[in-house]
T-cell receptor
Framework: AQSVAQPEDQVNVAEGNPLTVKCTYS??????LFWYVQYPNRGLQFLLK??????LVKGSYGFEAEFNKSQTSFHLKKPSALVSDSALYFC??????????????FGTGTQLKVEL | NAGVTQTPKFQVLKTGQSMTLQCAQD?????MYWYRQDPGMGLRLIYY???????DKGEVPNGYNVSRLNKREFSLRLESAAPSQTSVYFC????????????FGPGTRLTVL
């Protein structure tokens, strides 16, 4: 079975400060990992993914994420937060050994609030 | 290139009524999905279609049926709506490979009274 945990329901950060949104996962084999962002009343938008190779993955809008296999984590980061980054962020995982289609398991989401 | 489109955007039903949510994608993707989003629970997979002609149950399929009408279209039907089905429903599509990201539609907000 595959699962994802986002331990923080909400993260508050001041504009210009670095931000981190945490994600840990559990899979049987090796994972594919994804981050999505959801703005109010909109669908989810893909930010970045880890498939293989370099543990630091760069994505859209200046976001990056670091894959840490020993800690089974995939935290989302940005060096300097913007007010416009305020949104709901979802981490998702797919276990490579699981058959039956490209099924993702999503975390419960973390609300990011960036304040002036 | 519209991506993934969903109709309707909003719907209010009475308990016991039926309705069909429509989804279409123009990205030539093989796989399509239906999710529901509830506060504090993230997204939960209802049904998915790995390729045209196939459908499979996800995490929360009870009370729903799906039809993969063709490669572009994947509909979700509520035969007898219940208040517990009040939610926001998202359709998504992706390439068939397991490393592919999913692309989401704008959602349908459904209220069952």
């Amino acid at each position: 079975a595959q699962s994802v945990a986002q331990p923080e329901d909400q993260v508050n950060v001041a504009e210009g400060n670095p931000l981190t949104v945490k994600c840990t996962y559990s899979v049987s084999g090796n994972p594919y990992l994804f981050w999505y962002v959801q703005y109010p009343n909109r669908g989810l938008q893909f930010l970045l993914k880890y498939i293989t190779g370099d543990n630091l993955v760069k994505g859209s809008y200046g976001f990056e994420a670091e894959f840490n296999k020993s800690q089974t984590s995939f935290h989302l980061k940005k060096p300097s937060a913007l007010v416009s980054d305020s949104a709901l962020y979802f981490c998702a995982v797919r276990d490579r050994v699981t058959g039956g289609g490209n099924k993702l398991t999503f975390g419960t989401g973390t609300q990011l609030k960036v304040e002036l | 290139n519209a991506g993934v489109t969903q109709t309707p955007k909003f719907q209010v039903l009475k308990t016991g009524q039926s309705m069909t949510l429509q989804c279409a994608q123009d990205m030539n993707h093989n796989s399509m999905y239906w999710y529901r989003q509830d506060p504090g629970m993230g997204l939960r997979l209802i049904y998915y279609s790995a390729s045209e002609g196939t459908t499979d149950k996800g995490e929360v399929p009870n009370g729903y049926n799906v039809s993969r009408l063709n490669k572009r279209e994947f509909s979700l039907r509520l035969e007898s709506a219940a208040p517990s089905q009040t939610s926001v429903y998202f359709c998504a599509s992706s390439e068939m490979t397991d490393r592919s990201e999913q692309f989401f539609g704008p959602g349908t907000r459904l209220t069952v009274l």
